[in-house]
């Protein structure tokens, strides 16, 4: 299994400011996955961050409101910018297992726009 | 696209009994995981227990164990002398083989309360 360190636990932060979410593994991997959950609510996807190459989004969700950046195999940030009280939610950042059969959870991030 | 259903928006049990959480997916895959995974207050998402589609044994991982109907394409989650420790919401999980590696679809959730 990995070690998933997610940075920081919580947040309130007014809107129009930006946060950036740090997520740090204990060994290399090729992707890493943002979820965003609303209050109530199931996990979305967000994106997938590959090391060396753009991030992927998925539909509803780009690259303006929410920069990712993967400078190497073990680490990646999810900034979500411009923030408004509609994006209050879990972040959670996810990486797989080394046969991609499993994933792993960082804490998650409990942000609240205010 | 895949889908991960779970109709049970809320669940009660009294401590000491059995509860069942359902699941039902929609896939075309033939190679496919599925999972349940809990997540108390504390907002960790902890893997509960996983079933590879192509083992027909079901999956157990001590007071936890799943009904695997592949063909109806069911995955229940049996949760046997409830404990308080086990109330938190409860994901259904999906994660096509090959390609996806790693990423999930989830379900709605269903949160589970554990009377004493």
């Known amino acids: 299994s990995a070690v998933i360190s997610q940075k920081p636990s919580r947040d309130i932060c007014q809107r129009g400011t930006s946060l950036t979410i740090q997520c740090q593994v204990d060994s290399q991997v090729t992707m890493m996955f943002w979820y965003r959950q609303q209050p109530g609510q199931s996990l979305t996807l967000i994106a997938t961050a590959n090391q060396g190459s753009e991030a992927t989004y998925e539909s509803g969700f780009v690259i303006d409101k929410f920069p990712i950046s993967r400078p190497n195999l073990t680490f990646s940030t999810l900034t979500v910018s411009n923030m408004s009280p509609e994006d209050s939610s879990i972040y959670l950042c996810?990486?797989?297992?080394?046969?991609?059969?499993?994933?792993?959870f960082g804490q998650g991030t409990r942000l609240t726009v205010v | 696209a895949q889908t991960v259903t779970q109709s049970q928006p809320e669940m009660s049990v009294q401590e000491a009994e059995t509860v069942t959480l359902s699941c039902t997916y929609d896939?075309?895959?033939?190679?496919?995981?599925l999972f349940w995974y809990k997540q108390p207050p504390s907002r960790q998402m902890i893997l509960v227990i996983r079933q590879e589609a192509y083992k027909q044994q079901n999956a157990t991982e001590n007071r936890f164990s799943v009904n695997f109907q592949k063909a109806a394409k069911s995955f229940s989650l049996k949760i046997s002398d409830s404990q308080l420790g086990d109330a938190a919401m409860y994901f259904c999980a999906y994660l096509a083989g090959g390609t996806s590696y790693g990423k999930l679809t989830f379900g709605q959730g269903t949160i589970l309360t554990v009377h004493p």
């Open positions: 996810s990486v797989p297992s080394g046969s991609g059969t499993e994933a792993f």
């Open positions: 896939t075309s895959e033939s190679d496919y995981y």
